[in-house]
């Protein structure tokens, strides 16, 4: 009786590790967090239970140079991220295998003025993104602060100490914000406004979901976003609020199959799934909070009525969003901001508190050889130090650069940091002669 007892149960075993290594497995390359990917991996599951999802998950670069690296037939077999700039550039390197039979016909051609997929058929959009500003209601409410709506709110002084962002650097979704702002702003005012935002931040997160994060926990006031990180604090139930600024862009957030990958086949039923309606429901899931690129109409039952109207944001917005001067100037937007912003911090913070300072004590005290000072103080603390990089040198500055390349790039984001760090002392030293002439006056 034993001895079948353990023949059976040995026979199962068997039967169960064959069936594990008979099953297919979908590897899937992503930037999205963990509350995304598990919905997904459950629910495409479910639909093929022999067919196992493995997601693997990369800020934009890492994975972009990931598949670079991996040999044909051992790449991973999807790509899904938010940084259309990336899919332009994998589209271009031919990363990419075109899958059309992957595409949902009922997703528009366009979003605004942006197209939805790839004109050459590499990559489809899956969710749709727009970039701006979160807020907690409570915080702000007990810090007596007005409800932020544009960009140029995050650098008044009463947002001083309540402000967090993460640098491009670390974040591909706060890449495309800080580009947005660039692109609609133009390059000069666009750094002078980053920098008088920044000026106002308690911190520069080390990775883009601590913002959101701190946000709906209270730990700052404000925070620059990606929409999704906003709307799933808000639908989560936190005390948190969304706003699309004036200046802002929508594009897609895209999902392609891999070319040289380990399983296309299942790959690309993983992409339809993704792009199919049962796909596109999973996004309005609270904890995910995504925007279909489907039309609500088709979705109708599942979009909650508080929901933003996406197509009439990206109607209405300043900038059309141009993925190729956003790809050929990363590493030089990158680099400048962490030299003149994230390693500087200290000294920008306590820059902009003496000016917010010395502005108030003015505004008291009117002195006009002490406005003077004030002015140029603020000019020189928010001058931008490098000038707008031309397509030639955002191409020698890529990620695609050769290593004599990356060395002047290094001495030139030396360059910069110094002339940074100058231009906060210099300030400092003119707001401190302005308040000795508010003083002598208010005395």
């Not at 544009?150 to 100490?161: N, V």
């Not at 935002?197 to 700052?220: L, Q, W």
């Not at 599942?302 to 956003?326: E, H, W």
Request: hydrophobic share 40%; aromatic share 10%; with cysteine.
């Amino acid at each position: 009786m034993k001895a079948n007892f353990r023949k059976i149960c040995a026979v199962a075993v068997i039967a169960l590790t064959s069936a594990a290594a008979n099953a297919a497995s979908v590897t899937v390359l992503t930037s999205f967090p963990k509350e995304l990917t598990d919905v997904y991996k459950k629910a495409f599951e479910s639909m093929y239970p022999d067919t196992h999802v493995e997601f693997i998950n990369k800020n934009t670069q890492a994975a972009v140079q990931l598949v670079n690296d991996a040999q044909l037939g051992h790449r991973p077999d999807v790509f899904w991220a938010s940084a259309p700039d990336a899919f332009e550039l994998m589209a271009r390197n031919r990363l990419f295998e075109k899958a059309p039979e992957t595409r949902n016909p009922a997703v528009p051609p366009k979003i605004g003025r942006y197209p939805m997929d790839d004109p050459d058929g590499f990559y489809y959009g899956q969710a749709l993104s727009g970039y701006g500003i979160m807020w907690n209601k409570r915080y702000v409410q007990s810090n007596n602060l007005p409800a932020p709506s544009q960009w140029e709110d995050l650098a008044k002084s009463t947002y001083f100490g309540h402000v967090a962002m993460s640098s491009p650097s670390r974040s591909g979704t706060t890449h495309l914000t800080v580009e947005t702002i660039l692109q609609g702003e133009g390059w000069n005012y666009g750094w002078s406004q980053l920098l008088r935002i920044a000026g106002n931040c308690a911190a520069i997160t080390e990775r883009s979901f601590d913002v959101p994060d701190g946000v709906n926990k209270g730990k700052y006031g404000v925070g620059l976003v990606i929409d999704f990180f906003g709307l799933s604090g808000k639908y989560s139930g936190f005390p948190v609020d969304f706003v699309y600024p004036t200046t802002t862009a929508v594009v897609p957030a895209s999902i392609a199959a891999i070319a040289g990958a380990k399983n296309p086949i299942d790959g690309k039923k993983f992409v339809a799934f993704a792009l199919s309606r049962k796909g596109q429901e999973l996004l309005l899931e609270p904890k995910i909070s995504r925007i279909p690129v489907l039309p609500y109409g088709d979705l109708l039952d599942s979009v909650p009525g508080t929901y933003p109207n996406i197509f009439g944001v990206a109607r209405r917005v300043k900038v059309t969003f141009d993925t190729n001067l956003a790809e050929s100037r990363r590493l030089w937007v990158s680099t400048l901001f962490d030299k003149i912003i994230t390693s500087l911090l200290p000294e920008l913070q306590a820059t902009t508190k003496s000016i917010h300072d010395a502005e108030k004590r003015a505004a008291e005290f009117p002195n006009e050889r002490a406005l003077a000072l004030l002015k140029r103080a603020r000019e020189i603390a928010y001058a931008p130090v490098a000038l707008e990089p031309t397509s030639a040198q955002g191409k020698e500055n890529s990620s695609q650069a050769s290593a004599q390349d990356n060395k002047l790039t290094e001495e030139t984001a030396q360059l910069w940091h110094a002339k940074a760090r100058k231009n906060y002392k210099t300030a400092m030293e003119l707001t401190y002669q302005a308040m000795l002439l508010i003083t002598m006056k208010g005395s």
